[in-house]
Protein backbone atom coordinates (compact mmCIF):
# COMPACT_ATOMS: atom_id res chain seq x y z
CA UNK A 1 0.00 0.00 0.00
CA UNK A 2 1.52 3.39 -0.87
CA UNK A 3 1.46 6.21 1.37
CA UNK A 4 0.88 9.95 1.03
CA UNK A 5 0.65 12.89 2.98
CA UNK A 6 -2.45 14.54 1.61
CA UNK A 7 -5.39 12.13 0.57
CA UNK A 8 -8.82 13.45 -1.12
CA UNK A 9 -11.89 11.00 -1.42
CA UNK A 10 -13.45 11.71 -4.21
CA UNK A 11 -12.39 13.60 -7.98
CA UNK A 12 -15.25 15.61 -8.44
CA UNK A 13 -16.19 19.30 -8.28
CA UNK A 14 -14.66 19.00 -4.17
CA UNK A 15 -11.88 16.91 -4.93
CA UNK A 16 -10.54 18.24 -7.96
CA UNK A 17 -11.07 21.74 -7.12
CA UNK A 18 -9.10 21.77 -4.35
CA UNK A 19 -6.34 19.59 -5.66
CA UNK A 20 -6.06 22.30 -8.89
CA UNK A 21 -6.07 25.34 -5.61
CA UNK A 22 -3.24 23.61 -3.81
CA UNK A 23 -1.63 22.63 -6.86
CA UNK A 24 -1.03 25.92 -8.60
CA UNK A 25 0.01 27.88 -5.48
CA UNK A 26 2.54 25.65 -4.95
CA UNK A 27 1.39 24.07 -2.08
CA UNK A 28 1.95 20.37 -3.02
CA UNK A 29 5.75 21.15 -3.12
CA UNK A 30 7.87 18.30 -1.05
CA UNK A 31 4.30 17.19 -0.70
CA UNK A 32 2.35 14.12 -1.86
CA UNK A 33 -1.25 13.92 -2.79
CA UNK A 34 -3.82 11.31 -3.48
CA UNK A 35 -7.10 11.12 -4.57
CA UNK A 36 -9.13 8.48 -4.86
CA UNK A 37 -12.05 8.30 -7.73
CA UNK A 38 -13.31 5.36 -8.58
CA UNK A 39 -14.67 6.68 -12.25
CA UNK A 40 -12.56 5.28 -15.47
CA UNK A 41 -12.92 8.81 -17.34
CA UNK A 42 -13.96 11.85 -16.96
CA UNK A 43 -16.27 13.67 -19.28
CA UNK A 44 -19.10 16.14 -19.51
CA UNK A 45 -21.46 14.95 -16.63
CA UNK A 46 -23.07 18.28 -15.37
CA UNK A 47 -23.73 22.13 -15.55
CA UNK A 48 -22.69 24.10 -12.76
CA UNK A 49 -24.40 27.44 -12.89
CA UNK A 50 -24.55 30.63 -10.62
CA UNK A 51 -24.22 34.27 -10.02
CA UNK A 52 -20.19 35.59 -10.17
CA UNK A 53 -19.96 37.02 -6.75
CA UNK A 54 -16.58 36.18 -6.68
CA UNK A 55 -13.92 35.55 -8.46
CA UNK A 56 -12.60 32.05 -9.34
CA UNK A 57 -10.26 29.71 -11.24
CA UNK A 58 -12.51 28.69 -14.09
CA UNK A 59 -13.53 31.48 -16.29
CA UNK A 60 -12.28 30.14 -19.38
CA UNK A 61 -14.64 26.75 -18.81
CA UNK A 62 -17.69 29.36 -18.34
CA UNK A 63 -19.96 28.14 -21.22
CA UNK A 64 -22.50 31.22 -21.59
CA UNK A 65 -23.11 34.24 -19.06
CA UNK A 66 -26.14 36.15 -18.72
CA UNK A 67 -26.93 39.59 -18.03
CA UNK A 68 -30.58 39.50 -17.58
CA UNK A 69 -32.90 36.35 -16.20
CA UNK A 70 -36.76 36.19 -15.68
CA UNK A 71 -38.84 34.65 -12.89
CA UNK A 72 -42.24 33.41 -14.02
CA UNK A 73 -45.70 32.19 -12.51
CA UNK A 74 -49.03 30.58 -13.38
CA UNK A 75 -50.04 34.52 -13.51
CA UNK A 76 -47.10 36.98 -13.47
CA UNK A 77 -43.70 37.29 -15.28
CA UNK A 78 -40.50 39.45 -14.82
CA UNK A 79 -36.81 40.16 -16.23
CA UNK A 80 -34.28 41.27 -13.59
CA UNK A 81 -30.66 42.84 -14.96
CA UNK A 82 -27.98 41.27 -13.13
CA UNK A 83 -25.17 43.23 -15.03
CA UNK A 84 -23.06 43.80 -11.94
CA UNK A 85 -23.18 39.74 -10.91
CA UNK A 86 -23.68 37.72 -14.18
CA UNK A 87 -24.77 34.89 -14.13
CA UNK A 88 -22.75 31.99 -15.68
CA UNK A 89 -22.73 27.82 -16.71
CA UNK A 90 -19.50 25.59 -15.74
CA UNK A 91 -19.32 23.22 -18.63
CA UNK A 92 -18.19 20.35 -16.40
CA UNK A 93 -16.09 18.58 -19.41
CA UNK A 94 -14.00 21.96 -19.54
CA UNK A 95 -13.25 21.88 -16.41
CA UNK A 96 -12.44 18.41 -15.83
CA UNK A 97 -9.81 18.66 -18.72
CA UNK A 98 -8.71 22.07 -17.59
CA UNK A 99 -7.61 20.26 -14.16
CA UNK A 100 -6.53 17.00 -14.87
CA UNK A 101 -4.59 18.19 -18.00
CA UNK A 102 -2.59 20.32 -15.27
CA UNK A 103 -2.78 17.44 -12.40
CA UNK A 104 -1.12 15.08 -14.54
CA UNK A 105 1.89 17.18 -14.95
CA UNK A 106 2.87 16.94 -11.64
CA UNK A 107 4.59 13.88 -10.26
CA UNK A 108 3.40 14.05 -6.35
CA UNK A 109 -0.42 13.57 -6.98
CA UNK A 110 -1.51 10.01 -8.21
CA UNK A 111 -4.82 8.45 -8.81
CA UNK A 112 -6.35 5.44 -7.06
CA UNK A 113 -10.06 3.68 -7.44
CA UNK A 114 -9.84 2.50 -4.16
CA UNK A 115 -8.83 3.53 -0.80
CA UNK A 116 -8.01 0.01 0.41
CA UNK A 117 -4.82 0.57 -1.86
CA UNK A 118 -3.60 3.41 0.32
CA UNK A 119 -2.38 3.69 3.96
CA UNK A 120 -4.59 6.36 5.60
CA UNK A 121 -2.50 6.43 9.47
CA UNK A 122 -0.89 9.55 8.93
CA UNK A 123 -2.67 11.13 5.67
CA UNK A 124 -4.97 14.09 6.34
CA UNK A 125 -8.11 13.16 4.71
CA UNK A 126 -9.85 15.46 2.43
CA UNK A 127 -13.57 13.75 2.50
CA UNK A 128 -16.01 15.08 -0.35
CA UNK A 129 -18.35 11.93 0.20
CA UNK A 130 -21.58 12.45 1.85
CA UNK A 131 -22.86 10.52 4.13
CA UNK A 132 -26.31 10.66 3.60
CA UNK A 133 -29.40 9.55 6.14
CA UNK A 134 -31.65 7.26 5.01
CA UNK A 135 -34.53 9.50 5.87
CA UNK A 136 -38.03 9.18 4.15
CA UNK A 137 -38.92 12.84 5.42
CA UNK A 138 -35.69 14.90 3.99
CA UNK A 139 -35.83 17.46 1.01
CA UNK A 140 -34.05 16.89 -1.97
CA UNK A 141 -33.83 19.33 -5.05
CA UNK A 142 -33.64 16.42 -7.96
CA UNK A 143 -33.89 17.13 -11.61
CA UNK A 144 -33.53 16.02 -14.92
CA UNK A 145 -32.14 18.48 -17.87
CA UNK A 146 -31.34 18.07 -21.56
CA UNK A 147 -29.51 20.09 -23.96
CA UNK A 148 -31.50 20.67 -26.73
CA UNK A 149 -30.49 21.95 -30.60
CA UNK A 150 -32.83 23.24 -33.34
CA UNK A 151 -32.30 23.84 -36.74
CA UNK A 152 -33.85 27.19 -36.78
CA UNK A 153 -33.22 29.96 -34.23
CA UNK A 154 -35.32 29.79 -31.53
CA UNK A 155 -34.11 31.02 -28.05
CA UNK A 156 -33.33 34.90 -26.56
CA UNK A 157 -29.60 34.01 -25.91
CA UNK A 158 -29.95 37.15 -23.65
CA UNK A 159 -32.52 36.02 -20.99
CA UNK A 160 -32.54 32.89 -18.87
CA UNK A 161 -35.10 31.39 -17.50
CA UNK A 162 -34.38 31.07 -13.99
CA UNK A 163 -37.68 29.60 -12.39
CA UNK A 164 -40.55 29.24 -14.75
CA UNK A 165 -43.33 27.70 -12.02
CA UNK A 166 -45.79 28.08 -15.01
CA UNK A 167 -46.32 23.75 -14.25
CA UNK A 168 -47.86 21.29 -12.32
CA UNK A 169 -46.87 21.04 -8.86
CA UNK A 170 -48.02 18.06 -7.64
CA UNK A 171 -49.00 19.48 -3.88
CA UNK A 172 -44.82 20.18 -4.60
CA UNK A 173 -42.79 22.93 -5.58
CA UNK A 174 -41.58 22.53 -9.71
CA UNK A 175 -40.47 24.98 -12.02
CA UNK A 176 -38.25 24.70 -15.08
CA UNK A 177 -35.20 25.69 -16.09
CA UNK A 178 -34.09 27.45 -19.23
CA UNK A 179 -30.44 27.82 -19.94
CA UNK A 180 -29.97 29.54 -23.80
CA UNK A 181 -26.43 28.71 -24.94
CA UNK A 182 -27.36 30.53 -28.16
CA UNK A 183 -30.52 30.80 -30.79
CA UNK A 184 -30.50 27.08 -31.19
CA UNK A 185 -29.22 25.13 -28.61
CA UNK A 186 -30.29 25.35 -24.59
CA UNK A 187 -30.39 23.35 -21.44
CA UNK A 188 -33.72 22.85 -20.01
CA UNK A 189 -34.58 21.16 -16.76
CA UNK A 190 -37.22 19.67 -14.89
CA UNK A 191 -36.71 20.86 -11.34
CA UNK A 192 -38.26 19.36 -7.66
CA UNK A 193 -37.93 20.35 -4.22
CA UNK A 194 -39.43 17.47 -2.57
CA UNK A 195 -39.14 14.58 -0.54
CA UNK A 196 -38.19 11.50 -2.87
CA UNK A 197 -40.66 10.56 -4.51
CA UNK A 198 -40.90 8.78 -7.01
CA UNK A 199 -43.85 9.58 -8.66
CA UNK A 200 -42.55 12.71 -9.34
CA UNK A 201 -39.64 11.32 -11.48
CA UNK A 202 -41.50 11.34 -14.71
CA UNK A 203 -38.77 13.13 -16.38
CA UNK A 204 -39.20 12.25 -20.23
CA UNK A 205 -43.23 13.40 -19.95
CA UNK A 206 -42.26 16.18 -17.78
CA UNK A 207 -39.90 17.85 -20.43
CA UNK A 208 -41.90 16.95 -23.60
CA UNK A 209 -44.90 18.36 -22.43
CA UNK A 210 -42.78 21.59 -21.57
CA UNK A 211 -41.22 21.89 -24.97
CA UNK A 212 -44.13 21.60 -26.49
CA UNK A 213 -45.48 24.05 -24.31
CA UNK A 214 -42.66 26.22 -25.82
CA UNK A 215 -43.72 25.39 -28.96
CA UNK A 216 -40.99 23.62 -30.23
CA UNK A 217 -41.30 20.41 -32.50
CA UNK A 218 -38.73 19.92 -34.41
CA UNK A 219 -34.96 19.75 -32.09
CA UNK A 220 -32.37 17.06 -31.60
CA UNK A 221 -31.08 16.23 -27.65
CA UNK A 222 -27.42 16.15 -27.84
CA UNK A 223 -26.70 15.75 -23.84
CA UNK A 224 -28.88 14.44 -20.55
CA UNK A 225 -28.05 15.28 -16.61
CA UNK A 226 -29.61 13.78 -13.78
CA UNK A 227 -29.09 14.46 -10.50
CA UNK A 228 -30.57 15.46 -6.69
CA UNK A 229 -28.94 17.56 -4.20
CA UNK A 230 -29.52 16.90 -0.58
CA UNK A 231 -31.50 19.80 1.46
CA UNK A 232 -30.17 18.77 4.54
CA UNK A 233 -26.76 18.67 6.05
CA UNK A 234 -25.00 15.56 5.65
CA UNK A 235 -23.55 13.33 8.49
CA UNK A 236 -19.99 14.89 9.11
CA UNK A 237 -17.61 13.03 10.94
CA UNK A 238 -15.51 14.37 13.23
CA UNK A 239 -11.77 13.30 12.94
CA UNK A 240 -9.03 15.45 13.29
CA UNK A 241 -7.14 14.38 10.80
CA UNK A 242 -10.24 14.62 8.26
CA UNK A 243 -11.97 17.46 6.54
CA UNK A 244 -15.39 17.38 4.94
CA UNK A 245 -15.54 20.01 1.63
CA UNK A 246 -18.27 20.06 -0.86
CA UNK A 247 -21.49 19.00 0.06
CA UNK A 248 -20.06 16.63 2.24
CA UNK A 249 -18.14 19.45 4.08
CA UNK A 250 -22.23 21.47 3.73
CA UNK A 251 -21.19 23.61 1.30
CA UNK A 252 -24.09 23.39 -0.56
CA UNK A 253 -26.67 26.22 0.29
CA UNK A 254 -29.71 24.47 1.34
CA UNK A 255 -32.38 27.09 0.44
CA UNK A 256 -31.35 26.86 -3.27
CA UNK A 257 -28.52 23.88 -4.11
CA UNK A 258 -26.05 26.73 -5.37
CA UNK A 259 -22.56 25.09 -4.36
CA UNK A 260 -20.13 25.46 -6.90
CA UNK A 261 -18.62 29.09 -5.39
CA UNK A 262 -18.80 27.80 -1.91
CA UNK A 263 -16.35 24.90 -2.78
CA UNK A 264 -13.79 27.55 -4.57
CA UNK A 265 -13.81 29.71 -1.44
CA UNK A 266 -13.90 26.59 0.78
CA UNK A 267 -10.73 25.57 -1.51
CA UNK A 268 -9.02 28.82 -0.78
CA UNK A 269 -9.38 28.65 2.75
CA UNK A 270 -7.97 25.32 2.96
CA UNK A 271 -4.91 26.20 0.88
CA UNK A 272 -4.61 29.13 2.85
CA UNK A 273 -4.48 27.47 6.19
CA UNK A 274 -2.89 24.15 4.44
CA UNK A 275 0.30 24.63 6.62
CA UNK A 276 -1.69 24.79 9.60
CA UNK A 277 -4.78 22.40 8.68
CA UNK A 278 -5.31 20.70 11.79
CA UNK A 279 -5.54 24.01 14.01
CA UNK A 280 -7.69 25.85 11.16
CA UNK A 281 -10.79 27.16 12.43
CA UNK A 282 -14.02 25.19 10.76
CA UNK A 283 -14.84 26.67 7.21
CA UNK A 284 -18.82 27.24 7.36
CA UNK A 285 -21.08 29.36 4.80
CA UNK A 286 -22.33 31.46 7.55
CA UNK A 287 -24.72 30.62 10.51
CA UNK A 288 -27.46 32.67 10.22
CA UNK A 289 -27.92 31.60 6.39
CA UNK A 290 -28.34 27.93 8.34
CA UNK A 291 -30.82 29.50 10.16
CA UNK A 292 -33.11 31.62 7.90
CA UNK A 293 -32.59 28.32 5.27
CA UNK A 294 -33.90 26.20 7.92
CA UNK A 295 -37.11 28.45 8.31
CA UNK A 296 -37.46 28.84 4.32
CA UNK A 297 -37.40 24.61 4.08
CA UNK A 298 -40.10 24.24 7.35
CA UNK A 299 -42.18 26.91 5.06
CA UNK A 300 -41.34 24.90 2.12
CA UNK A 301 -42.23 21.86 3.17
CA UNK A 302 -45.47 23.26 4.84
CA UNK A 303 -46.95 25.22 2.03
CA UNK A 304 -45.88 24.05 -0.79
CA UNK A 305 -48.56 25.68 -3.07
CA UNK A 306 -47.38 29.20 -1.61
CA UNK A 307 -43.60 29.16 -2.67
CA UNK A 308 -44.03 30.32 -6.30
CA UNK A 309 -45.70 33.42 -5.30
CA UNK A 310 -42.87 33.59 -2.17
CA UNK A 311 -39.85 32.98 -4.53
CA UNK A 312 -41.44 35.55 -7.13
CA UNK A 313 -41.65 38.05 -4.21
CA UNK A 314 -38.29 37.74 -3.30
CA UNK A 315 -36.77 39.10 -6.45
CA UNK A 316 -38.71 42.38 -5.76
CA UNK A 317 -35.85 43.22 -4.45
CA UNK A 318 -33.31 45.09 -6.04
CA UNK A 319 -31.12 42.51 -7.99
CA UNK A 320 -28.05 43.31 -6.30
CA UNK A 321 -29.79 42.27 -2.94
CA UNK A 322 -31.46 39.15 -3.31
CA UNK A 323 -28.18 37.71 -5.54
CA UNK A 324 -25.95 38.44 -2.39
CA UNK A 325 -28.89 37.34 -0.27
CA UNK A 326 -28.78 33.57 -2.31
CA UNK A 327 -24.86 33.69 -2.54
CA UNK A 328 -24.11 33.79 1.26
CA UNK A 329 -22.81 37.81 0.82
CA UNK A 330 -26.05 39.97 1.98
CA UNK A 331 -25.48 42.71 5.29
CA UNK A 332 -27.97 42.42 7.41
CA UNK A 333 -29.60 45.69 5.71
CA UNK A 334 -30.06 43.43 2.76
CA UNK A 335 -31.10 40.21 5.27
CA UNK A 336 -34.23 42.90 6.18
CA UNK A 337 -34.91 43.45 2.47
CA UNK A 338 -35.57 40.02 1.58
CA UNK A 339 -37.19 38.59 4.94
CA UNK A 340 -39.63 42.07 4.53
CA UNK A 341 -40.88 40.13 1.19
CA UNK A 342 -42.05 36.68 2.88
CA UNK A 343 -45.02 36.61 4.27
CA UNK A 344 -44.74 36.91 7.88
CA UNK A 345 -47.72 34.79 9.59
CA UNK A 346 -46.34 31.61 7.55
CA UNK A 347 -42.69 32.04 8.48
CA UNK A 348 -43.32 33.08 12.53
CA UNK A 349 -45.01 30.06 12.53
CA UNK A 350 -42.23 27.85 11.20
CA UNK A 351 -39.63 29.65 13.25
CA UNK A 352 -41.57 28.55 16.77
CA UNK A 353 -42.50 25.28 15.35
Known sequence: MREFDYIILGGGCAGLSLAYELDIHQKLNN????????RTEYKRDKTWSFWKVSSHNFD???????????IKT?????????DNFPYQSIDSGLFYKKINDRLSKNKSIKFFKNIKELKTE????????PSLQDNKSNL???????????????????????????????????????????????????????????????????MKNYINKL??????INFKEEGAIPLFHPLNEKDKNRINIGTAGGMTRLSTGYTFLNIQEHSKYIRM??????????????????????????????HPEKMPSIFYNMFNSSSDTIIKFLSNKSNLLQDI?????????????????
Not at 74 to 82: A, E, G, L, N, T
Not at 122 to 129: P, W
Not at 343 to 350: D, E, L, V
Request: hydrophobic share 35%.
Open 31 to 38: KTLAIVEP
Open 60 to 70: DCVKKSWKEFS
Open 74 to 82: SSDSKIIKC
Open 122 to 129: NAFIFNSV
Open 140 to 206: WQHFHGIEIETDKDFFDENILDLMDFDCDQRNNVHFFYVLPFNKNKAMIETTWLSKDDKSLKDYDSQ
Open 215 to 220: GLKDYK
Open 273 to 302: NIENIQGAKKYDIGKKYQFLDKVFLRVLEK
Open 337 to 353: SIIRKMPKWIFIKSLIN
